[in-house]
């Protein structure tokens, strides 16, 4: 009887294992990294953004 219900719990694992693929590489490139990320600094994107436009117009 125990094996009957193994088919339902497999597929309804094989269902969420995508999930939990994805999770678990979310977790592992968080702890790779040193946890500390580069805080966002709008003056530098409009820099960036700035130095691109010229690089457009002056083609």
Known sequence: MV??????WFWQ???FAP???IVAGLL???L???GEAE???PQAEDERAEREL???LGS
Do not use: K, N, S, T
């Open 54 to 56: 010229d690089e457009i």
């Open 39 to 41: 805080p966002w600094d």
């Open 19 to 21: 999930v939990m693929l």
């Open 32 to 34: 790779r990294g040193d």
């Open 3 to 8: 094996l009957a219900h193994v088919g339902h």
């Open 28 to 30: 592992i490139a968080r």
């Open 13 to 15: 694992l094989a269902m």
